[in-house]
């Protein structure tokens, strides 16, 4: 494989400026890789491959992090004059769970798991409003991807309102992947998107996962086939279609006025 095809474009992978939770520097980044924290991109300059950093690298692969090679220039505004020696990591602002934490909470509640799963939501304010609208409305988890999508930054935090502290969130590898474990695991998969039956006339009361796509184009048609059911929101006006966090707002209460009559 080709060396510009080893690593995601920073383009792609969204803005880390905006994040406090930075560690940068060779020796800082390899301590943070051994204390097993979780960490959601490392950052590395582009055509930097001497000494320490190819096995930093390494490691970070092994544990299937994601490595965004960047200019120079990028890495000084995000290390802020500190010297970065060509590499700088990102932690969450929170610690994710396990699918099964998500389950098992739901289990412990007494109630049917209802989760969301965000499939490649890049804007930091849609997910944190995303988190807040399932937090209200007693969802009991989120999934996240580890790629194309944005991470847990302090933006997101902020844009959920304090929710994020309340919500339990899994980071996985392959969403696809994981729509098939939770079928397996007994929850129905439900799909926002165009084109659908009614989100209302939709009996939600069952254990249920639900998809939301990103906001310009929506759930993956992958996912979409595996999704057992599509769920649409009539629209009324000039526009045709809310956004995501606002998408979610409407279907998450419908789903928690179901399960609360």
């Keep these: 494989m080709k060396e510009n095809r080893r690593f995601r474009s920073e383009e792609r992978m969204g803005n880390y400026e905006d994040s406090a939770n930075v560690t940068v520097g060779r020796n800082s980044v390899r301590e943070l890789l051994a204390s097993g924290r979780d960490i959601d991109k490392i950052f590395v300059q582009k055509g930097e491959r001497t000494g320490s950093i190819t096995s930093l690298i390494a490691e970070a692969r092994s544990r299937t992090i994601p490595v965004v090679e960047c200019e120079k220039a990028k890495l000084d505004r995000i290390s802020n004059g500190t010297n970065h020696q060509g590499i700088a990591a990102f932690t969450a602002e929170k610690e994710y769970c396990e699918i099964d934490d998500i389950i098992n909470y ?42 194309k999508g944005a991470m847990l930054t302090q933006v997101v935090s ?104």
């Design 158 to 261: 902020k844009a959920s309102a304090g929710a994020m502290e309340h919500m339990r969130i899994a980071k996985v590898t392959n969403l696809a992947m994981t729509v098939e474990e939770l079928k397996e695991k007994g929850l129905w998969i439900f799909a926002a998107e165009a084109g659908g039956e009614k989100f209302y006339e939709q009996d939600m009361t069952c254990p249920a996962a639900i998809v939301l796509g990103s906001e310009g184009k929506g759930v993956s048609k992958l996912l979409l086939d595996k999704c057992d059911f599509i769920l649409s929101i009539p629209m009324y006006g000039k526009v045709n279609s809310f956004n995501v966090a606002a998408a979610a707002a409407v279907i998450l209460c419908e789903a928690a006025r179901q399960r609360n009559p």
């Design 106 to 147: 739901a289990e412990e509640l007494g109630q049917k798991p209802l989760i969301v799963i965000a499939d490649r939501i890049e804007d930091p304010h849609n997910l944190g409003a995303l988190i807040r609208a399932a937090e209200c409305a007693g969802a009991h988890g989120l999934i996240i991807p580890k790629r």
